[in-house]
């Protein structure tokens, strides 16, 4: 009988819609940003420290690889004081999700991920647009570009699916992605 009334998609559709409706609008957010039945694959390249990381962090049934996890965590450490900070689940879902937006398969350059209070304040001293509390500090934001994705698109992207802070430097060549509320600059 649950076949006959049920399909997978309607299924899905019930558990989004209750997921909704018991956890507000970040779930629902969420649930779009880490779409069933679909792994959770980055390549990444940090600029700082010439590390490469191709890693499937959560499997299409959501159900995270801690080793893949520590991994990412590892090549988005501060890159001034080596410091490796617990990145959160949320800036790592809608970095996939920009990927998945543009394609997939794409390496991903970093240009900052965790920032160490450390080097946050050096940036600061030197003028360089830091502020005092930011997300980078606990591991909440990603600074990136993708080679052959020109920035305004990725920004475009990253704003369209409306999650989480985007941040456009075109001069600095970068944009910023955050896991706070849904904000642009």
């Avoid at 191709?54 to 893949?68: H, Q």
């Amino acid at each position: 009988m649950f076949g006959q009334f049920w399909s997978r998609r309607t299924f899905l559709k019930a558990s989004l819609a209750g997921a909704f409706a018991l956890f507000g609008g970040r779930a629902f957010a969420k649930e779009l940003i880490m779409p069933a039945l679909s792994e959770g694959k980055l390549s990444l390249y940090n600029v700082h420290t010439d590390e490469r990381l191709k890693v499937t962090y959560r499997d299409p049934w959501g159900t995270y690889d801690p080793g893949a996890l520590s991994d990412l965590n590892y090549i988005l450490r501060c890159h001034y004081t080596r410091e490796v900070k617990k990145m959160d689940i949320d800036v790592i879902e809608f970095l996939n999700a920009v990927d998945k937006s543009l394609g997939g398969g794409n390496e991903i350059h970093i240009i900052s991920g965790y920032r160490s209070p450390e080097y946050n304040d050096l940036l600061r001293r030197e003028g360089r647009g830091v502020v005092k509390n930011s997300m980078h500090l606990s591991g909440k934001a990603i600074d990136i570009s993708i080679p052959r994705v020109d920035l305004d698109a990725l920004r475009k992207t990253a704003v369209s699916l409306g999650y989480g802070g985007v941040g456009y430097y075109p001069k600095s060549g970068f944009v910023h992605i955050d896991s706070g509320r849904f904000r642009t600059w």
